[in-house]
């Protein structure tokens, strides 16, 4: 069927060849929808001829330009090339964007050319080796590497079995010349106490002061259960008074003594 001749609207003089055939467009009342979705009106659509509604702001005004800026918005998305999403910036005119990998993360088919983006976070490298290990924590607190951590002692004080912790857990003790050393604190001085015209000082209980307090002379106290031991060839040459405690002794074997 030949096409005719209709005349624009609101223009007369103007015409356009339209196809009978042709697919019918949205049709106001029917299926043409404004902004909200709702289906417009012939009153909404069509400018009144009258009144203060009929400026240019008022509401079927906008409809028209928005009407009219259909074909122009098609043409610019139609004129995109590449692949992406479609943006509308602020002037009007529109743009292809693709989705941007941040820091620790990946992101699959970033522009939706062939199926939906996946996003997804980023492995991260293990930098370290070893059976016992510190790590490495980013800001978002994700472990970021490993190092080695093996626990170790200090000689003659610590002593470490199992460092690394490759068959099984650490194990810390003594060294033996620690022991040794806590055994023989088991037989020394564990307390001074005032005896007969004494007195201690216990201000600092490892540098007691002990004084005399009254006439003759300062008897030596040895602790129960101790013993005061004389060394081979040596001189013992007793002047004091000496209290002997509950089982303690004084070793002379060896000595030469002279005792008043």
């Not at 970033?110 to 996946?118: K, L, R, S």
């Not at 190092?147 to 199992?162: L, S």
């Amino acid at each position: 069927m030949a096409k005719k001749r209709v005349p624009l609207h609101q223009n007369p003089r103007g015409f356009v060849d339209v196809d009978p055939d042709a697919t019918n467009g949205a049709q106001v009342g029917v299926n043409l929808r404004g902004p909200d979705g709702q289906i417009l009106t012939a009153a909404q659509v069509i400018n009144p001829t009258g009144g203060s509604s009929g400026g240019p702001s008022s509401i079927a005004s906008t409809i028209w330009k928005l009407i009219r800026e259909v074909p122009s918005n098609i043409q610019k998305l139609a004129a995109l090339i590449g692949a992406g999403f479609a943006a509308r910036q602020s002037n009007g005119d529109w743009a292809l964007r693709t989705l941007q990998e941040g820091t620790g993360i990946d992101i699959a088919n970033a522009d939706g050319d062939a199926g939906n983006p996946t996003i997804g976070l980023e492995d991260v490298a293990n930098s370290g080796t070893g059976t016992l290990l510190a790590i490495t924590r980013d800001g978002k607190g994700r472990v970021t590497g490993t190092r080695d951590a093996t626990i170790t002692g200090t000689a003659q004080q610590i002593n470490v079995a199992n460092g690394t912790a490759a068959a099984g857990l650490p194990t810390l003790s003594l060294a033996p010349e620690v022991l040794a050393s806590l055994g023989k604190a088991d037989s020394a001085v564990q307390e001074v106490r005032p005896g007969t015209n004494v007195s201690v000082d216990k201000s600092d209980p490892r540098r007691p002061i002990v004084s005399a307090s009254g006439g003759g002379f300062v008897p030596y106290n040895i602790p129960d259960g101790q013993s005061f031991l004389v060394p081979l060839n040596q001189q013992a040459l007793f002047t004091l008074p000496i209290n002997l405690g509950d089982g303690s002794s004084i070793v002379l074997d060896g000595a030469l003594v002279e005792v008043s």
